[in-house]
């Protein structure tokens, strides 16, 4: 049933879905059980209160819902806003284009602010918009923190800062696929009303869990928001709670085991070195790029992800065969580049449960890859530069102390 | 993480999630994979083409969503109808109920022929309905194939003739969600427009997949059909299906692998073979039921479930403290009474991946509890009943002849 | 990669290799890991600590070597004997036998006392020989404390007794194979000198563990034996343990933390539990084949077995027949009778994780084989009288309280 | 059950035990199954057949073994040797120095050859051996194939031409531990006698199998050796060969089912390009070592090791503190230098399931332990030297191209 048997381990750096460490892979391989007995309940109750952690609130409401990110994106929605509101949503790569497609084929009055590919959402315009909307027709700013495609990471921050500036009550609506758990997240702090994640993503687990967490104040709007739900719709939840039976449909037994495990690892971590190791990550992944001589998608350092690299390749190749290349040769998933950026980027994405040296052993392979293509780069510059920062900052491992 | 460690294994008899055979659980015991790779559409090709089978059509259309049974509900509806058109729908139990439910909140105009519970689909009052139809109000006809609250198989063919009778063009949108892999469904045959189950039901697989089957007639409602839908909406698949990459968004991996095992082992066994095995499994509970003087919920032959038998308790027991008890003393998982039956049935669910010792040991375990709480069973008597007519029927295991 | 596939679950029920728990299966499905890390040592160390307590022993020095229960005979008699010794040994059933033929090919002098089929170990002859041996010539006792071809289980304590009163200093080895983490076993005690056990059998893992405890005196005995051994030399582990590494070549890093797994699942039910568990489920099972009109192999109630009954058929069935119809046709995994009782007896394996439904299930398969065959077994009746039993000795699963 | 947990995957490079391939450990996720059942002498039959592949062989027997590399030894050296037997033996690192003293223990006439350790058996001496035993008082040669301790591979071909040439009858005994399944080994055309290895070593299976190959001259020397040996006595196998049975004792039915799915993947890749593979990998660790100016253990390119390199550490190094490091700060599992080389010497296994990649990871994390221990490496430099002859060698994957 492995169709395409290579060799050893893949080396999978595509942006999610990401590497399952084994204790997770160990927690999920089970039979199915009654999920109304009272061990699932009991379970879930854990999972609930610690989900919270990974979005740094305590006031907010987390969903679990057996879906996607892109379902996450609809729950967030329709929950909060009803057809025609008016939304203020940024458009800066693949992943933005396609949550506004969203919005607009759910109805809503789409304000879109546009940047150009590489770059991140252009607050400028935003301070406008909320200085000239005195009447408050905005209903919700939607922002994806992390843009998968650009590599491209978004000031928050920034965003709240400039919401209470104005005192501007619009909802503060976020994307955190490929962000939360890996970047810098404050849900609480940042007044972000919706937060959203996939289980794929940097949670390091398979698919099929869209995360939602909902603070107070969207949970109040969901009350009145009239967008058509059902499957998404947050109040079914609610009222299992109460009950504390928590489903009101059927859950993955596996997921929640899987999810249970994974986060006892990022605690046993610790959230914050799970993010400083995404730092070091990242930046050793744009040192090995720069040591190359290309270019970073990502226009200004201001911006720069630590979950996702996209790399410019020379006009003379095809970034579409680095990808190929790298996974019929050398075993190694890299991502494409997608819609404006095809053929111009490949990706790397270096989020969730994976350590330096793996790292390193797919930035030789890109260099290979290069190489192969014609690119004149020097083999193990790249590494060079990534393990001279690396080397520097890498952490005894805490349990081997 | 076992919260509630029982020694041996749990005898896991509610009508879903049911068991994961091994080898399936072996198939998803695996790390992520780049779903964008060769590897996954080629995987996912041979996935929609023999998942069509289990549906028994070869014009249908079929879509692996990641979600559950009520989003595979949501995906039949909002893809074939407008908010405000008639539909007629058949109330017999919990789950008809909530789909009622559904129905409504998408804002359609639902036209409830209700059943006592423990009785199938009245298809008189459908026939005057047609009968008095002339003007094809009537968009679709929603029913549940089979009833897992009550243990009832409604009549699709009937359904189907009707329809033809009074040559009514309405969609037929059938829930297979506890009947498809098990009970005899032909979607062509009947002519049904759009059939779904979901993935840890008879296929026997986590929960996580909502596979549905749309006609062609179906997918030609779906270009006129206004109702709202994004995450649900089939036209994404198609698209995907056409440019050959097939995922909008990111799949399962563990359950496309697990749903490649799963097929496998379905068809090794033989579809038919696969029903007559479900036959064989509720005729024995229904036999067990008899000898125990007890009565089955169901209130007539013709609508026998061969997946699902609700159990009515005699009245001064409490159904919940059969289930209870059954987790509590024997590591067995029955499933309750929901709504109107609550306290008065319980449910062996017994469908699935389910051989006829697995049954046995559980109607030994339901005779203890039902004597446990008072009520004047002899032991072996259901035993003895099933196995009589069991020792008669199961056929040898052809791979071990 | 299963060539016989048969749908649901199969019902292990030889004496061995039993059903390993999932939790059990969870922990060893993981990669390799280097057993010279501090990891493997930190692991090692609470497993040697804490299989002791499976012995009933503070004293013992436990061997935890990479080989079936055949290798830990080998390493018991070697470790302790030198080739000529006299060594007084029991055969009442193939597994005795097997060992004999061990002992007589490792050029000890086997003083065989032999017993009917179906017979325990005759301690009156035992006594006899102890009587008489006023020059100590006798070195050793071997015996097997539940034979698990017959089914019989040989009385210990009485042995212990018989040297004691006789002041003879032979040492007492004991197969404890069928019987350590399932039977009564009491290794200070009853003063026994060696004890051993393989990880197939009630600690419900895979093949491949031989798990041995010596006592001081054992140990003492092990400096003056001549036996020619290397692999099984228990010295070679002696010296690792006092380095804090354990381990003289390559252990199952797999096995290890199943073991880890397995004693936590045994530690969490209680020992004790365990054992009255397999009490129950041994009584249950003799209550069915009196109920069925069939004779135990096991002569008298003293030497009845809580692991394992062999079931005598009638002369008119071959007893292979009934083992091969179990698994062709109910995918139930029966015991066959060995040697002497070939063709005469099955056996029904109740030892490991299992329970008392499990062993329903098997029991309701027995007797439609039994009829299958032609015997006159009433169905339903074993179960019957199986159940009454149970329903009134099962326990409440304490988790779940 | 986690003591030590890192982010990320481990790189396992010691030389054993190794990384297991996904879908080895998929198909050992299994319960137990009756290994008297039909179903498992079908699946020992292939394993017999084709684990020949391996050894090269058509007229060896096989013997699969539930032990380790240190059992293997041993039922190689008894089943064809007499106590007193004069064997020549080549003493050049730990492993073979552990096998002597076990040739010593087992009471043989060792008659060793000892080398430097670093280089290979010296043949000049073997060869006055054999010249002047007329006599033929030398009964078999002993030779590792490839020392573990130093990465030295003997040139067994050479062994066999003197044999030949002096007309010595001698059995030629083969410890393959590290070498069969990953250097070119030819048994029949190098007249080898008894070959063994382990399953953890280049199979990729975990420790618990020792898998030994008996030439028909072997097989007619274990009808007259006298050694005394009861679990390793091949006549028990070969018994039960004749019944069709297979098993004198139970296999570990997980590690039968690993087996098939090793050489399934062994197979598919074939087995002379999986020799290539570890062609590649130890020519490209020599250059990184070369590139960082440290030295190979190995003192000529005659005995450099395609499975495991020894690098040589500056004197102001302790190797064992590189090891540590490896572990506490990187993930990365190095193997220690053993007795004499202890502290001056670590090595890098790089044998079994792995790829180019995984290799150029831990090169870079060597390279950055070195500097770390203010070795003056150049980060990247062995890195580029490996990636610069890889990049011309890796072939496609053929289920890619």
Redesign the interface.
């Known amino acids: ?12 750096f ?1 942006p ?8 997770v ?15 699932v309940p ?2 879930t109750k854990t999972l609930l209160e610690d989900v919270k952690k990974i979005f740094k609130t305590t006031s907010g409401t987390p969903f679990l819902i ?6 996450a994106w ?1 729950s967030a929605l329709t929950n909060t806003l009803s ?1 025609g509101d008016r939304i203020v949503s940024f458009l800066i790569g693949q992943f933005s284009l396609l949550w506004i497609d ?1 919005q607009q ?3 809503f009055d789409v304000d879109v602010i546009e940047s150009e590919w590489g770059q991140g959402a252009n607050l400028d315009i935003l301070a406008m918009k909320l200085a000239a909307d005195r009447a408050h027709t905005i209903k919700a700013i939607c922002i994806v923190h992390n843009e998968t495609a650009t590599g491209v990471t978004n000031n928050l921050s920034a965003v709240r800062n400039l919401l209470d500036e104005y005192r501007h009550p619009a909802l503060l609506l976020v994307d955190g696929v490929s962000s939360i758990c890996a970047l810098d997240f404050r849900m609480d702090e940042w007044g972000v009303d919706v937060a959203l994640t ?1 289980s ?1 993503k940097a949670l390091s687990l ?3 869990m869209g995360i939602i967490c909902a603070s107070p104040k969207a949970l109040e709007a969901s009350k009145m928001a009239k ?7 947050w109040n079914d939840y609610l009222k299992f709670y109460k009950l504390g039976t928590y489903w ?8 929640l ?1 899987g999810l ?2 994974a986060l006892d ?1 990022i605690f ?2 610790g959230l914050d070195n ?1 993010i400083a ?1 995404h730092g070091r990550l990242g930046k050793a992944t744009r040192l090995a790029v720069e040591a190359w001589g290309l270019k970073n998608c990502t226009q200004k350092e201001e911006w720069f992800s630590d979950t996702v690299t996209a790399v410019v390749v020379p006009p003379y190749i095809d970034s579409a065969e680095v990808v190929r290349r790298a ?7 890299l ?2 580049g997608l819609n404006k950026v095809a053929g111009k980027v490949f990706r790397i994405g270096h989020l969730g ?6 790292l ?3 930035l ?2 890109v ?2 890859i290069l ?2 293509l014609g690119c004149p780069v ?4 790249g ?3 990534a ?2 920062y ?2 520097n900052t ?4 805490p ?3």
Chains 1, 2, 3, 4 share one sequence.
Not at 1 to 12: A, E, I, Q, S, T
Not at 25 to 39: C, F, G, H, L
Not at 353 to 358: D, P
Not at 394 to 397: D, F, L
């Open positions: 049933m492995d169709y395409v048997y290579g060799p050893g381990r893949n080396h999978l595509v999610g879905p990401v590497n399952i460490p084994e204790p892979i160990r927690a999920m391989n089970r039979n199915n059980e009654d999920y109304r007995s009272p061990a009991a379970l057996p879906t996607t990110g892109t379902g609809e057809p969203q084929r759910l109805k996939g794929q398979p698919t099929g967008s058509v739900r059902v499957f998404f719709d009101p449909y059927t859950p993955s037994i596996q997921l085991y249970r495990a690892l046993e971590e799970v190791r996974w019929k040769r050398y075993n190694l998933s991502g494409l449960n994976l350590n330096e040296l793996q390193l052993g797919c030789s392979g260099e290979m190489k192969d020097k083999l193990g510059s590494v060079a530069a393990a001279a690396l080397q890498i952490p005894m491992i349990s081997r102390i």
